[in-house]
């Protein structure tokens, strides 16, 4: 069993920038794949981009393409996303998850543990 929790969320003005970082406890979080998701009030979940567990096969989501980037730092046991030149349809609660694939998955039903999530608001 592992617990994520999901930081560095916050609000921001338009074009700003965020970057949030996805931890796990019970586990090293570098045994997992992990996939960011975003929800906003009303709306489905939705994919945000996933990294493999050795940070080779990476995707984002094509409409967020050239504005979110995901790493990870296995040594820090930590997988970030970075987001840039935000606007205010990236309002959303961001949450983490963990696969034990060793793919990246952009399918919600393959990942085995979610975290919380952290709100992102941002404001035009």
């Known amino acids: 069993q592992v617990q994520l929790v999901e930081t560095g969320g916050g609000s921001v003005q338009a074009g700003g920038s965020l970057r949030l970082s996805c931890t796990a406890s019970g586990r090293s979080l570098s045994t997992y794949a992990v996939g960011w998701f975003r929800q906003a009030p009303r709306k489905e979940r939705e994919f945000v981009g996933s990294?493999?567990?050795?940070?080779?096969?990476?995707y984002i989501e094509d409409s967020l393409r050239g504005r979110f980037i995901i790493a990870r730092d296995n040594d820090k046991d930590t997988v970030y996303l970075q987001m840039s030149s935000l606007q205010s349809e990236d309002t959303a609660n961001y949450i983490c998850?963990?696969?034990?694939?060793?793919?990246?998955?952009?399918?919600?039903?393959?990942?085995?543990?979610w975290g919380p999530g952290t709100q992102v608001t941002v404001s035009s």
């Open positions: 998850a963990a696969s034990r694939r060793a793919i990246a998955p952009t399918e919600p039903d393959l990942y085995n543990f």
């Open positions: 990294i493999s567990k050795s940070g080779d096969i990476r």
